[in-house]
């Protein structure tokens, strides 16, 4: 015999770890970070693992992989770039080891996709943000009232989320009612003031290495 040291009530058997956290931001930490071979042997990633600090999802994983070499060159700069914002939003701009990056707290963009052999659902890190410029971020948004399922807000906008590609964002309008000099009263379209702050539109990373 064996005492467990524990009492099984405490757990719930019906959680499912291997569920997709809902799409969000995280405030994580890596704490591991392995350097593997890919499938056909032709280049090398790092495989990811995150750890989710606080709130409803404490201590769940979200996994993530990025190329750092590969034979596509475009893969390759894609995990790269990937790498090195992760490494700024670490503050170590000039990462020389995936020890580095390690069991530092960061804040991190998950989103939910199909697996594209299971096409099973599966979370994804779009965006890495240091946990200073977020909080600092989060105190400066206007206020929102939404049920959240973490502590950390769900969205920011504007965000100063790090990703690994350079997108352009697109431009939105609003629609305005001025009055005219002349009844009856009409409206008419005007440009969107852009945000207040020096922060920038967030911008995802797409592509991911593949194991």
Not at 64 to 75: E, L, W, Y
Request: charged share 10%; no cysteine; proline share 9%.
């Amino acid at each position: 015999m064996a005492n467990l040291g524990f009492s099984t009530q405490a757990y719930d058997p019906n959680i499912n770890l291997f569920t997709p956290i809902p799409a969000g931001d995280y405030l994580a930490m890596i704490d591991k970070a392995d350097v593997k071979m890919n499938k056909a042997g032709t280049g090398h990633y790092i495989a990811f693992s995150y750890i989710i600090l606080e709130g409803q999802y404490a201590e769940r994983r979200v996994f993530d992989n990025q190329n750092i070499s590969h034979p596509n060159q475009q893969a390759e700069n894609i995990g790269r770039r990937a790498i090195s914002a992760i490494g700024q939003a670490l503050g170590n701009p000039n990462v020389q080891d995936s020890d580095q990056l390690l069991n530092q707290p960061l804040v991190i963009k998950v989103t939910i996709r199909n697996n594209k052999q299971s096409n099973e659902p599966e979370n994804v890190i779009r965006g890495w943000l240091s946990k200073e410029n977020y909080q600092h971020a989060a105190s400066t948004a206007p206020q929102q009232t939404s049920n959240i399922v973490h502590q950390t807000p769900p969205t920011l906008q504007p965000s100063q989320f790090v990703s690994g590609n350079n997108q352009t964002q697109p431009t939105t309008t609003q629609h305005v009612a001025t009055p005219q000099q002349q009844p009856p009263i009409t409206t008419q379209q005007a440009p969107s003031n852009p945000p207040a702050g020096n922060f920038e539109q967030p911008v995802w990373n797409q592509s991911h290495a593949t194991a």
